[in-house]
């Protein structure tokens, strides 16, 4: 059973850092894309960064300069670093796996459960 399990979120003030972590467990060979979303009650569910397993990176214009994603193919982990949050950064923030190969088969689109981030003073 593959399983995503995102970890580091919190409340914080204006302008503090979080750190998110996100670790896949079961027997993995490789996994691709993997990526951060958030969600918010009302809003659909938006991408807030992503990384290929070459290190391309991609970010909401939204995040851009605030936020760096990064990965360890090693540990089967991604991570993100939120710096100079706001408190419209507020939100469920969510792990991604676009694709997960284990040593008998792969599995798409994997999630995690989620992170609570509150921003707030």
């Known amino acids: 059973q593959v399983q995503l399990v995102e970890s580091g979120g919190g409340l914080v003030q204006p302008g503090g850092s979080l750190r998110l972590s996100c670790v896949a467990s079961g027997s993995i060979v490789s996994i691709n894309t993997m990526g951060w979303y958030r969600q918010t009650p009302g809003k659909q569910r938006e991408l807030v960064a992503g990384?290929?397993?070459?290190?391309?990176?991609n970010y909401a214009d939204s995040v851009k300069g605030r936020f760096t994603i990064s990965r360890d193919n090693a540990k089967n982990a991604v991570y993100l670093q939120m710096n100079s949050l706001k408190p419209e950064d507020t939100a469920v923030y969510v792990c991604?796996?676009?694709?997960?190969?284990?040593?008998?088969?792969?599995?798409?689109?994997?999630w995690g459960q989620g992170t609570q981030v509150t921003v707030s003073s």
């Open positions: 991604n796996a676009a694709k997960i190969f284990t040593r008998t088969t792969y599995v798409s689109d994997r």
């Open positions: 990384i290929t397993s070459g290190g391309s990176t």
